[in-house]
């Protein structure tokens, strides 16, 4: 055999393994093996939108039993004109635990911006996850890239140790920074997930099933006690230097606009998990008390930020981080900081973060996500971020007043709390004389924290009881919700409006109409908005709002006849009073069912 037919079948019998794996793979994909690692998926309920897959996240656990799931939030495959695009990136409080539906701050950010700006269609996709840290974080942000966003929000870090692929997270592979990125690209390919799953498999065999009873905190930590300045914690300062530095360099050469926020956690009421070794967390917490109680806030506030520094049980990130958060937005053009931490220090007595914003450890209560919503939107603001007018200006405190949290959400909270401060590594049982109480709000919640019920049985039955009492104001709350979770479902924008009309609202429901046209421009949606102008007698808005359709090439639905009774009464209207010229005001505004606006010009005449 020649030299050179050597060569070639040692080359043939080398790749034979490789082609092998190969004809596997091929066979896998085939039969629709494993799942599918990309985070978007078409919507399987909505032709022509995206969604987050939900098995976007197993490519970053270990074991599938702690896997967790993202929002559904849907965008459309082709992005219109008029249409502002925001992905937010990050952890459980960025996903807004536990406030799961509209108090996470990206839904009071979305509320906000929707009343603002009326001309945009804003797509806020957040794809937060629980347990995750910042090595998903920037897979997310690369994957992303490729949706067309107009800015990037991201809020990360309090995971970075115990995280999936965390330093002291129960994951076999951690520490090597390289070696982890290609794990989580191999993972992508069938053959090693099922290489994954058997060995899995086997793991349950021999006894090792994770027990699900436990909470996912301590189903995900294997190793608890990381000291200050070890090893470990400098890795973990390192890797979220790295992965964070490689995600604001990602973006900033996309020329994406993103807003990174400092962290905030609970320093002043949260007593440290676990103190020992030489830097003692229990004694500076001990200390801060004192200090605190003396009204010396200064000296207190440094002792319990240490305090929280030397807790080994490392839940509450480093404030290595917010350095690190800080100097990237300074190093990268278009990556912005907002100091989420200054602004609840701005809220709680001596610019000490604890219960009057924070749940527990890391997880703010509804003002404190609302607080979290500000940051974000003053940099928005003073970057000038959004390319458009405003139209109205929403100050923070009608946020407040107006955000659509119903009281079952908020309950929720409140009850997702205490089960979890139940539980490692807090070990706080409920009082067994706490009574939840009987309204419908704490029934529902209560059902739906142990999940007898879905989020929208909730709101359905929330809604109903709220009508057949007369309290359409809680009604138009629970709507408004509902909307914000489904703000391309248009008959809840239909429902809003005529219940912002009924509650003497005429500027928030003609909102709420139009958004429902320019949505889905049916002759159905566009008869609500011109009733909607007829009954609340401005006829001269409806002619208007015809003229602008007609204009941009669209089809106005009001036809020859309607828009001449409108004429007649602009004509009318313009003509002194008197009891023949109401009547006939009256008359035509019948023939347009708009019978509320009769009304007013009859009730004229009987005075």
């Known amino acids: 055999m020649g030299k050179g037919k050597e060569i070639y079948f040692k080359a043939a019998a080398l790749s034979l393994p490789l082609v092998f794996l190969c004809i596997i793979e091929i066979l896998l994909r085939l039969f629709n093996y494993g799942f599918d690692p990309s985070l978007f998926i078409k919507d399987p309920d909505q032709q022509g939108y995206m969604m987050m897959n939900p098995t976007a996240s197993y490519k970053f656990f270990s074991t599938s039993a702690n896997a967790t799931l993202g929002n559904r939030e849907r965008f459309s495959i082709i992005k219109s004109k008029n249409t502002f695009r925001i992905f937010v990136i990050g952890e459980s409080t960025t996903a807004g635990y536990p406030y799961m539906h509209n108090g996470s701050f990206h839904r009071w950010l979305q509320y906000r911006l929707m009343h603002e700006y009326p001309s945009l269609n804003f797509e806020v996709i957040n794809v937060s996850l629980t347990a995750v840290n910042s090595y998903t974080v920037l897979d997310f942000a690369k994957?992303?890239?490729?949706?067309?966003?107009?800015?990037?929000?991201?809020?990360?870090?309090?995971?970075?140790?115990?995280?999936?692929?965390?330093?002291?997270?129960?994951?076999?592979?951690?520490?090597?920074?390289?070696?982890?990125?290609?794990?989580i690209?191999?993972?992508?390919?069938?053959?090693?997930?099922?290489?994954?799953?058997?060995?899995?498999?086997?793991?349950?065999?021999?006894?090792?099933?994770?027990?699900?009873?436990?909470?996912?905190?301590?189903?995900?930590?294997?190793?608890?006690?990381?000291?200050?300045?070890?090893?470990?914690?400098?890795?973990?300062?390192?890797?979220?230097?790295?992965?964070?530095?490689?995600?604001?360099?990602?973006?900033?050469?996309?020329?994406?606009?993103?807003?990174?926020?400092?962290?905030?956690?609970?320093?002043?009421?949260?007593?440290?998990?676990?103190?020992?070794?030489?830097?003692?967390?229990?004694?500076?917490?001990?200390?801060?008390?004192?200090?605190?109680?003396?009204?010396?806030?200064?000296?207190?506030?440094?002792n319990f930020v240490l305090a929280k520094e030397y807790d080994q049980l490392r839940f509450r990130a480093p404030e290595a981080f917010n350095q690190i958060i800080r100097k990237l937005c300074k190093q990268y053009p278009g990556i912005y900081l907002a100091d989420t931490r200054a602004l609840f220090e701005k809220n709680e007595t001596g610019g000490i973060i604890g219960k009057k914003t924070i749940l527990e450890h890391v997880h703010p209560n509804l003002s404190g996500y609302a607080i979290m919503s500000e940051s974000f939107y003053q940099q928005i603001n003073k970057r000038k971020l959004i390319p458009a007018k405003k139209q109205d200006e929403m100050s923070f405190a009608q946020l407040l007043k107006n955000m659509p949290v119903t009281r079952v959400d908020s309950l929720y909270g409140v009850y997702q709390i205490m089960m979890l401060r139940s539980g490692w590594p807090f070990n706080e049982p409920i009082n067994s004389t706490y009574n939840r109480g009987n309204s419908i709000d704490e029934q529902l919640a209560g059902a739906l924290a142990v999940d007898r019920i879905t989020w929208r049985t909730a709101m359905d039955e929330l809604y109903k009881t709220a009508m057949a009492s007369g309290d359409k104001q809680k009604a138009l709350k629970v709507t408004e919700a509902v909307l914000?979770?489904?703000?391309?479902?248009?008959?809840?924008?239909?429902?809003?409006?005529?219940?912002?009309?009924?509650?003497?609202?005429?500027?928030?429901?003609?909102?709420?109409?139009?958004?429902?046209?320019?949505?889905?421009?049916?002759?159905?949606?566009?008869?609500?908005?011109?009733?909607?102008?007829?009954?609340?007698?401005?006829?001269?808005?409806?002619?208007?709002?015809?003229?602008?359709?007609?204009?941009?090439?669209?089809?106005?639905?009001?036809?020859?006849?309607?828009?001449?009774?409108?004429?007649?009464?602009?004509?009318?209207?313009?003509?002194?009073?008197?009891?023949?010229?109401?009547?006939?005001?009256?008359?035509?505004?019948?023939?347009?069912?708009?019978?509320?606006?009769?009304?007013?010009?009859?009730?004229?005449?009987?005075?």
């Open 143 to 183: 994957q992303i890239v490729n949706h067309e966003p107009d800015l990037v929000l991201v809020y990360t870090g309090h995971n970075e140790y115990y995280g999936a692929l965390g330093i002291g997270s129960t994951s076999q592979i951690k520490g090597n920074r390289t070696w982890i990125k290609l794990v």
């Open 484 to 607: 914000l979770e489904n703000p391309y479902q248009t008959i809840y924008y239909t429902y809003t409006g005529r219940l912002c009309f009924e509650l003497a609202d005429p500027q928030t429901a003609e909102f709420y109409f139009k958004k429902a046209y320019e949505l889905m421009p049916t002759p159905e949606n566009a008869n609500n908005l011109f009733l909607f102008y007829f009954k609340s007698d401005l006829p001269e808005k409806a002619l208007r709002y015809s003229d602008e359709l007609k204009h941009s090439g669209q089809q106005t639905y009001l036809d020859t006849q309607t828009e001449e009774i409108l004429k007649n009464i602009i004509k009318l209207k313009k003509e002194a009073p008197s009891d023949n010229i109401n009547e006939l005001i009256a008359n035509y505004y019948h023939q347009l069912r708009a019978d509320e606006a009769a009304t007013k010009y009859r009730k004229k005449n009987s005075r």
């Open 185 to 302: 690209k191999l993972r992508e390919l069938k053959l090693v997930q099922l290489l994954d799953r058997t060995i899995e498999g086997v793991s349950k065999l021999f006894g090792k099933e994770i027990d699900k009873r436990e909470n996912l905190m301590k189903r995900m930590v294997t190793k608890q006690q990381i000291a200050y300045q070890s090893a470990d914690f400098n890795r973990g300062i390192m890797q979220f230097s790295n992965n964070m530095g490689e995600l604001c360099q990602l973006l900033s050469a996309k020329h994406i606009p993103t807003v990174i926020s400092t962290l905030v956690s609970n320093e002043k009421d949260l007593k440290p998990f676990i103190s020992a070794g030489k830097f003692s967390a229990q004694n500076h917490y001990t200390i801060g008390e004192k200090l605190y109680a003396n009204g010396d806030f200064k000296a207190a506030k440094t």
